[in-house]
């Protein structure tokens, strides 16, 4: 079944549509399943039975039920018939993880439609409801095995409601695509970019014009201007305010430090100090051949990083094609 | 909502609606299964039950076939044989159960319920009445909701909905299902062998008689046949639905002689005959119902030389026939030896009593007619009594003990001491069993005939006359025979409601007759001759096969389409927007001019753009866009303007320009 | 054409040349009780465009220059204590106004712009712990330099989000300038205009604005182009739910300014760049230019 629906498929490549895609009843296929052979199998022994003891109301039965599987063809067509999807954006994902990309299926008002599926190859399917005049949302799983934009493609979309006798489906491809980041790798931030003075301390203790951190109990020395005067009203005991982050210091993360590894190993290794940068709250810069972030901190930052990691030395346009290779 | 489709598991919910179409499927095999299948079977529906509520493990592989040979072994120890109806059914039931042990699978689930359409199939085997068929559409309609529930990757099951839905389907299945039901092409006659216990357990008449074995049958009110006269029905009186004659005695039962073959019509017939069609509840015998005297007789049947009609094989289906009879006709023939023989055998020794009073009569009357008119006098005149409960014989004489100690005897009794007085009188007679009478229904206008109107009445041989039907019954209770048994008992009614006298009783029950008789006719009769038939009413000639395959494959192809074309009618209603419809007709007639609207423009920008490319279009344009608008953007549309913008487009015409 | 907005649009048309469409949608804005950014370089008329409505609606009007070291309490007012009667007294700053212009909101820091727009958003403010309710009706008009000029501290999206339009004023054409070069000074010329309107007639027409209709096929069209933008990956995010209500209204006092009881698409179309483009980011980063967002926008979102 697999192997035909594959082959019908290939008949139409019309590349990414525009959205959103109305299934017509044009583009929906429609075969039977393992399970409605098996139930016409069924009923060729309840007819032979039928005719064999000449049982009027065995001929009524297998009739009706044979009735009931033609209807049901209708049925699970219609199902998919008339359903509207379009795409949303996918947030990025890492290379090794799945790029889920949300497909959304509205139901035309009036009809309900049910257990609709999308599938990604190999990915399992995934079903939901959809009651009539609303929209419901799918994710599209997509394996994201390299860096840089993944297009999932064609994907299918299909329902087996109402009894599961028939299988109907339609080929549907967008134009979406999802950033895919290097995979991290598991190294950690050497010591050496940490701190290539030693007399500049990263953290910083003193400094007083960043990020509020926490609050630690008072040593002497600090500075009146950063004890928590407010708590100490309160409470008697004296604290000090900490803050992140060097004020006038910043870190580098330089393509040219990463000597000795291959192109992807060190986009890999970039990617992993990127992320522990940000998680420790740093402020860091980043430079590839040609190309550079200003250093900076906060989450806009680091996707900014981590989208010119993604795309280093790839057009945008580039169509990369993962899920034919997968 | 969204699931996966490859973690397949039966939640408690749906496997117990599983359970619940199992049981109902099962239900109607229950009375005749062995008690060890059906605990078996619920003892295997509990488990699964539990088993889906714990997360228990299903049993192994072993495990199963091991309990497959058990229920194998089980079977063959209650019914002595794996093969035939009710072992085949037993097995079938076991296997059910036992496939609730492996549901681990969606197509182990889907295997199951398909099989539970199948175990459908087998009750009717047994009875085809309304009650289950009515009984069995609801059973389909659970299976197919519970197919609609399992095949929905959904964990919860949603009951109703799926209910409502398969129902819907069950309904729009139904005229698919009617076509092929009508057009399918019939075979007659099984495709290998019938099991030998196809056909057991059916009540009727047999071809021996002893006292009580009329007034037993009597007691059922099941139908025997019903009859469809063309014309008037003859009297009450005539209707003797002749069936096994019975001339051999042996001092307590009476019983057939072997049948032979009638060589050549013995008697002369008055027309007009009556003719009428008989529809037989199958009774697993040879003989047929008719009037007396059957002059033109169905395919497949003869006649004997006792006047009986047998069918060449057993009645096993419900069998419709069609039969002329000549209520007058007198016989010229005379009686070979033999058959006087037969006609006057009586055994040795028995009811001396009997005997005496016959040579009594015999010499007080002057000849044969007078002696029948003597005992009939004496059955009428003494005190003789008709009832459904009479006391019982002894084994030996029972004719005397009959005749003057108790004096009364239901119509078998009568026939027998009637035809012994001829006989020992040196009459020749015979016993003749079969229906006296029927019921009219009104509303179907047929007679019924059932197991209640079974009767026996008596034949002598007189010189010059041949068989004459003498009834000593209607000697003591004429009602029996001009009315009908209800009105001979009135104290003793035997059949319950349906011989009731309370009217709309009477008229519902009939009402009920004529509905089965009509599910008889037309469901279960349905068969190659009446699919022959309809199609000769509807002037289609002799319809072949190959033309009734393609009938039936363009019909249902046509039924289909119809439906498809209602499902998809449906869809667009349900999207319809008339007030665009008509403004996309307003701008296709623009577009054919090369004035197409843009797909962002909105129709304020389109109709100033309209209006600077064709100034003379301004006045018609802006009025249909502003009406437009009001209906499409407004707060209030109504259909009055929704009426005018459809005129005012209609009525819009966009000339060519010339270049 | 509704009269009365369509004497304002024409009085103010005789001061600022050229620029009706400008004119129209900060009218809208401010019958859509919205309140107005203008963003251009210095000297294209920002300000004598806040002054000239403030003039025509008959609006008490105030005007705070923001400058770098400017602090929350000049905008809002401070409690100052009075020695004489002991007590602390409220003095209320500038914005207790009806129409507050806000010049080059960006030249001061985040924490004084977060103030104003604080007030801007509630209508009140706060300050010692008590709640002091603006007077209605009440607008700003912010005016901002561009981003990248020099000495700026850019608003925040989040802040970006709380103005109902954005409009660039744009160099004035060839024509207009000249009748500029030729005419007096904008600012007296102001002076001598008569109020067309007073502050309950704007209350009034407020309210009116609220009542026109917005049919499920305008909201299926508003719905579709908001959509476009969450899932169309040229948008870095797509509109916010809040966006989609500050369509609405726009467009309702853009219906109700051309005398409309009902928004048809073209209303819609006609906000939609003031109303998204402050909104939306743009994955490319070159292009911010408003316009071009917007044309994109509707080109691509047919009407349904």
């Known amino acids: 079944m697999t192997s035909l629906s594959e082959r019908l498929s290939t008949r139409k490549l019309k590349g990414p549509e525009s959205e959103p895609v109305r299934l017509t009843a044009r583009r929906i296929y429609i075969l039977p399943t393992r399970h409605g052979v098996l139930f016409a199998l069924v009923l060729l022994v309840m007819l032979f039975g039928a005719i064999n003891y000449n049982n009027s109301l065995g001929y009524a039965l297998t009739f009706l039920l044979a009735a009931l599987g033609m209807v049901t063809m209708l049925h699970t067509q219609h199902n998919l018939a008339g359903t509207v999807l379009h795409s949303q954006t996918c947030a990025p994902v890492f290379a090794g993880q799945n790029a889920n990309f949300p497909i959304c299926l509205d139901a035309p008002a009036g009809t309900a439609r049910y257990a609709i599926a999308i599938d990604s190859r190999g990915f399992g399917a995934r079903f939901t409801d959809v009651a009539a005049g609303r929209s419901a949302h799918l994710p599209l799983s997509v394996p994201a095995t390299v860096r840089g934009r993944l297009r999932p493609g064609r994907f299918k979309v299909y329902s087996e409601f109402p009894l599961g006798l028939f299988h109907a489906w339609s080929w549907v491809e967008f134009d979406m695509s999802c950033l895919v980041y290097p995979r991290p790798d598991d190294s950690t931030l050497p010591q050496t970019l940490l701190s290539p003075d030693p007399g500049e301390a990263l953290r910083s203790t003193s400094a007083g014009c960043e990020d509020f951190h926490g609050l630690r109990s008072y040593r002497p020395g600090d500075s009146p201007r950063q004890i928590a005067w407010k708590h100490a009203a309160r409470s008697d005991a004296l604290l000090t305010k900490q803050f992140v982050g060097g004020a006038g210091r910043s870190l580098w993360l330089d393509w040219e430090q990463l000597d000795g590894l291959m192109a992807e190993a060190r986009l890999s290794r970039l990617t992993r100090w990127v992320l522990d940068c940000h998680r420790a709250g740093y402020r860091y810069g980043l430079r590839l051949p040609g190309r550079i972030v200003e250093a900076d901190s906060g989450e806009m930052h680091k996707r900014q990083c981590l989208e010119m990691l993604a795309l280093f030395e790839i057009g945008s346009s580039r169509r990369s094609r993962t899920t034919a290779a997968a | 909502m969204i699931r996966r489709r490859a973690d397949f598991s039966l939640s408690p919910a749906k496997t117990l609606w599983l359970l619940l179409a199992q049981a109902l499927v099962i239900a109607p095999h229950a009375p005749r299964l062995p008690m060890w299948i059906t605990l078996t079977s619920i003892a295997i529906a509990v488990w699964r039950y539990l088993a889906s509520r714990w997360q228990w493990r299903a049993p192994g592989r072993v495990t199963r076939i091991l309990l497959l040979a058990l229920a194998l072994a089980g079977v063959l120890a209650s019914y002595g044989t794996v093969f035939g109806r009710d072992a085949g059914v037993a097995l079938l039931v076991l296997a059910l159960s036992l496939k609730l042990l492996e549901l681990t699978q969606l197509r182990d689930v889907m295997l199951y319920l398909f099989l539970g359409y199948f175990l459908i199939t ?198 419709r026939y069609s039969v002329t009879s000549y209520l007058k006709h007198t016989e010229g023939a005379r009686l ?159 059949g319950g409601l349906v011989f009731s006298h309370n009217s709309l009783l009477r008229h519902v029950a009939l009402m009920w007759d004529s509905l089965n008789n009509g599910w008889n006719q037309w469901v279960l009769g349905y068969d190659n001759n009446r699919q022959t038939r309809l199609w000769s009413q509807l002037g289609l000639g002799n319809a072949s096969w190959q033309w009734l395959a393609s009938a039936l494959a363009l019909t249902v192809s046509g039924a289909l389409i119809v439906l498809f074309g209602y499902l998809t009618l449906r869809q667009r209603g349900a999207n319809r927007d008339r007030v665009r419809d008509a403004y996309q007709r307003f701008c296709r007639k623009l577009e054919r001019r090369g004035l197409a609207r843009a797909a962002q423009e909105g129709p304020l920008d389109y109709v100033r753009r309209v209006t600077r490319a064709r100034p003379e279009l301004a006045g018609r344009a802006r009025r249909i866009t502003q009406l437009y608008i009001a209906l499409r953007y407004g707060p209030t549309p109504n259909a009055a303007q929704l009426h005018k913008l459809r005129g005012l487009i209609r009525r819009f015409r966009v000339r060519r320009v010339r270049r | 054409m509704h009269p009365l907005t369509q004497a304002i649009v024409k009085q103010a048309c005789k001061i600022i040349v050229g620029k009706e469409q400008q004119i129209r949608q900060s009218l809208a804005c401010l019958l859509a009780r919205g309140h107005l950014l203008i963003e251009d370089i210095p000297g294209m008329g920002k300000t004598t465009l806040a002054h000239l409505l403030a003039r025509l609606l008959g609006l008490q009007f105030n005007r705070i220059q923001f400058t770098s070291d400017l602090l929350p309490s000049d905008i809002i007012g401070a409690a100052i204590y009075d020695r004489a009667g002991a007590t602390f007294s409220f003095h209320p700053g500038p914005i207790f106004t009806q129409l507050l212009l806000a010049d080059e909101i960006n030249r001061t820091t985040p924490k004084t712009q977060s103030a104003l727009l604080e007030a801007m958003e509630e209508h009140q403010v706060t300050t010692e712990g008590e709640t002091r309710t603006l007077p209605e009706p009440f607008f700003v008009i912010a005016t901002q330099n561009p981003a990248y000029h020099a000495g700026t501290f850019p608003l925040p999206e989040s802040q970006l989000d709380r103005f109902l339009m954005r409009i660039q004023l744009g160099y004035p054409d060839r024509w207009a300038e000249r009748v500029l070069l030729q005419g007096k000074d904008r600012r007296l010329l102001i002076d001598e205009l008569e109020p067309c309107a007073e502050p309950a007639e704007l209350v009034a027409l407020q309210l009116e604005v609220e009542k026109v209709h917005a049919s499920d096929a305008l909201l299926d069209y508003l719905q579709s182009l908001v959509e476009h933008t969450r899932r169309n990956p040229r948008y870095n995010t797509g509109l916010s739910p809040r966006a989609s209500l500050a369509l609405l209204h726009s467009a309702r006092a853009w219906a109700f300014m051309e005398g409309r009881h009902q928004i048809v698409p073209e209303d819609l179309q006609a906000v939609l760049p003031a109303v998204v483009t402050h909104r939306l980011r743009h994955d490319t980063t070159a292009a911010d230019d408003g316009a071009t967002i917007a044309a994109e926008l509707l080109e691509e979102v047919p009407i349904p």
């Open chain 2, 122 to 319: 087998t009750s009717f085997l047994y009875s085809q009445s309304m009650a289950l068929a009515g009984y069995m559409l609801v059973v389909v309609l659970i299976l197919t909701s519970a197919l609609m529930v399992v095949s929905h990757p959904a964990r919860e099951a949603r009951i109703r909905p799926r209910l409502r839905q398969s129902a819907s389907l069950l309904l729009q299945a139904l005229p698919v299902a009617l076509l092929l039901f009508l057009l399918f092409p019939r075979v007659s006659g099984p495709l290998w062998n019938l099991p030998k216990d196809a056909h057991h357990g059916i009540t009727g008449l047999s071809d021996s008689m002893s006292p009580g074995s009329i007034s037993q049958l009597s007691r059922s009110d099941a139908v025997a046949f019903r009859v469809d006269f063309d014309g008037e029905p003859p009297a009450n009186a005539e209707l003797y639905w002749r069936g096994p004659v019975l001339s051999h005695y042996n001092g307590e039962t009476w019983s057939a002689a072997p049948p032979r073959r009638l060589r050549r019509s013995e008697f002369h017939v008055q027309p007009p005959g009556v003719h009428y069609t008989v529809t037989l509840e199958p009774h697993n015998r040879l003989w047929l119902f008719a009037l007396d005297v059957p002059g033109s007789i169905p395919n497949d049947s003869y006649l004997t030389q006792d006047y009986q009609l047998l069918a060449r094989q057993r009645v096993e289906q419900r069998l």
């Open chain 2, 336 to 494: 070979s030896h033999y058959e006087r023989r037969v006609a006057l055998q009586l055994p040795a020794g028995e009811n001396p009593l009997t005997r005496a009073l016959a040579q009594r009569l015999r010499a007080s009357s002057g000849n044969d007619a007078g002696l029948v008119a003597a005992v009939l006098r004496m059955f009428r005149q003494q005190p003789f009594v008709y009832t459904l409960n009479p006391p019982l014989l002894p084994t030996h004489n029972g004719a005397d003990a009959f005749l003057f100690n108790t004096r009364r005897g239901f119509c078998e009794h009568y026939a027998s001491a009637f035809v012994l007085i001829m006989r020992d009188a040196g009459i020749p007679a015979r016993v003749v069993t079969g229906y006296q009478g029927g019921q009219y229904n009104p509303i179907g206008g047929y007679l019924i005939v059932r197991q209640s109107d079974a009767h026996a009445w008596t034949e002598i041989w007189l010189r010059g006359r041949g068989w004459v039907r003498v009834d000593p019954t209607a000697a003591v209770a004429p009602s029996r025979v001009e009315v009908g048994i209800e009105a001979a008992l009135p104290n003793e009614a035997p």
